[in-house]
């Protein structure tokens, strides 16, 4: 990836997008919504702000295509070759997808490329790869009985997704959905659509049918609510607020009791320990924890909890990473830290900090909006200690650059304070005491630790939160248990 490969790329001009409901790009009968981009405050484009109607067309359309078998019946293998090409298709329209996606959220570029098409890429060949390898069982029934366990297709599959990697979380959910033979209808946020309208046209040529997926724009307490009470839609997976989750489980009850699977973010403790086994790579660790993507992602290691023997010391080591991260334009490959989605977020991160410090944390770096120039959204990389369990910053997530830390005395505190939280998304402990990391691993209550390191990724791992931060898992072969029903068949014999 070359700079001037990116310059070109950047300043293309978008065509107004269009909903994509049954293989056809349509008008909406709403309005429209402008693209504001972060980076510099310009406007990109618009999308459709989409009406209920066009909403209930798209379930419509996706219905259609799943009673009639035009996908879920075709042979595994044809399935498996259709999302082979879309990925294909991905991985030859990478650079262009990632500009494209970070014009629309703001992502660094350095990351963006990795963690969105690469991503999305390698997410659709593993769930192809997976079609024609998962079988039926038969169960270990009596011998006059055959007792046969079908996997098949749920039927409609809601999916509302977030502005942080609309790219990488659409393609957890659409790839296991469409391997499993599920028809799908998408709700982009309003924040970031533009990739995933972009992936509708790669999946039509790819060979996906007409009406198997569906993306439509617009306000997410308007379509998201619509597909959300939909009597015809029988699965929902979602990424993003806890609010919004707590909504969808409501609409749910109110309608068909449709199936819900919610990652909804976390407040995730990033611990070090004395012993850890470098701590120059476990402060490094810590800034790239919360200030990569400017803290918008959901495994964000948002709580430092740090031994007190070393507190002071190793403060000092994350600020100075935290003080020395280029932040800036993240269509230039020399940023290191790119842009805040929204003006409504950077608003929210800097209400964190104002009350940070009304409860008497105390600001060690950063605190502030820059680069206002640009007509962009970019935040200081901000860090605070003495924050207490009770405070709001250790109980909230900030979805920003915004570190708070605080220390322990011993183990068991460390762990107190980890679980203290609604959210139990993700975690992290550095230590070279091979007995205090397993132990950690158990006794955090979390969907998933990181040991000496923070945030590794793959699709062959699962990811999903406990307490708060969810139910269910995206990534790996677990993941298509969302998608699918076990119908059984008893056979006397
Ligand atoms: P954030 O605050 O990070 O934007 P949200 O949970 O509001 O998180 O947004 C995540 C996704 O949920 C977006 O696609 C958004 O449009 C959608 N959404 C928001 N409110 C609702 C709702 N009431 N019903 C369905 N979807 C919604």
Redesign the pocket.
């Known amino acids: 990836m070359q700079q001037n490969q990116i310059d070109l790329l950047k300043s293309q001009t978008v065509a107004p997008q269009q909903l994509f409901i049954d293989g056809k790009w349509q008008p909406g009968t709403g309005s429209q919504l402008e693209v504001i981009s972060p980076v510099d405050g310009e406007v990109i484009t618009t999308i459709e702000r989409a009406s209920r109607a066009d909403m209930q067309a798209a379930i419509k359309a996706a219905r259609q295509s799943f009673d009639d078998g035009r996908w879920a019946n075709q042979a595994p293998g044809e399935r498996k070759r259709v999302l082979l090409k879309l990925a294909d298709l991905i991985q030859q329209n990478a650079l262009e997808l990632a500009v494209l996606g970070v014009r629309d959220n703001g992502t660094e570029i350095g990351m963006a490329i990795k963690a969105e098409p690469g991503s999305a890429a390698g997410t659709f060949r593993y769930y192809a790869e997976a079609i024609d390898k998962i079988y039926g069982e038969i169960a270990p029934t009596s011998a006059n009985v055959l007792g046969l366990i079908h996997k098949q297709p749920v039927g409609v599959v809601g999916a509302?997704?977030?502005?942080?990697m609309p790219l990488m979380i659409g393609a957890w959910k659409l790839a296991p959905a469409l391997a499993a033979g599920n028809s799908v209808v998408l709700?982009?946020?309003?924040?970031a659509s533009l990739t995933l309208l972009r992936l509708a046209e790669l999946a039509a040529e790819a060979g996906i049918p007409d009406g198997v997926f569906n993306v439509v724009t617009?306000?997410?307490?308007?379509?998201?609510?619509?597909?959300?009470l939909s009597m015809d839609v029988d699965v929902l997976v979602?990424?993003?607020?806890?609010?919004?989750?707590r909504?969808?489980l409501e609409?749910s009850a109110r309608s068909n009791m449709k199936r819900c699977y919610l990652e909804?973010?976390g407040k995730s403790a990033n611990i070090v320990f004395a012993d850890a086994p470098d701590l120059d790579k476990a402060a490094l660790g810590a800034a790239m924890a919360i200030f990569r993507n400017s803290g918008q992602i959901c495994v964000s290691g948002s709580r430092l909890l740090v031994e007190h023997t070393i507190h002071d010391e190793f403060v000092a080591k994350v600020s100075q990473h935290a003080e020395n991260l280029r932040v800036g334009n993240p269509l230039e490959l020399s940023s290191q830290i790119g842009a805040i989605?929204s003006q409504?977020?950077l608003t929210?991160n800097l209400e964190f900090v104002a009350k940070a410090k009304d409860q008497g944390a105390d600001l060690v770096t950063g605190g502030e909006q820059i680069l206002q120039a640009s007509g962009g959204y970019y935040m200081q990389p901000t860090i605070f200690t003495g924050v207490e369990p009770h405070h709001h910053l250790a109980q909230h997530e900030v979805?920003g650059p915004v570190l708070g830390v605080t220390p322990f005395n011993n183990e068991a505190q460390a762990i107190a304070l980890a679980n203290d939280c609604n959210y139990g998304l993700a975690g992290a402990a550095w230590t070279s005491n091979l007995g205090r990391a397993h132990r950690m691993i158990k006794a955090v209550n979390t969907g998933g630790m990181f040991i000496n390191t923070y945030g590794g990724a793959d699709v062959t791992m699962p990811l999903g939160g406990v307490k708060q931060s969810g139910n269910g898992v995206d990534r790996s072969l677990h993941a298509m248990d969302k998608y699918i029903n076990l119908k059984t068949a008893w056979i006397q014999l």
Do not use: H, M
Not at 187 to 191: L, M, Q, V
Not at 218 to 228: C, I, M, N, T
């Open positions: 509302i997704v977030p502005w942080n709700k982009p946020a309003e924040e617009g306000q997410g307490s308007k379509v998201g609510e619509e597909l959300a979602f990424t993003g607020s806890g609010n919004t989750g909504r969808l609409y909804l973010g989605n409504r977020q929210s979805f």
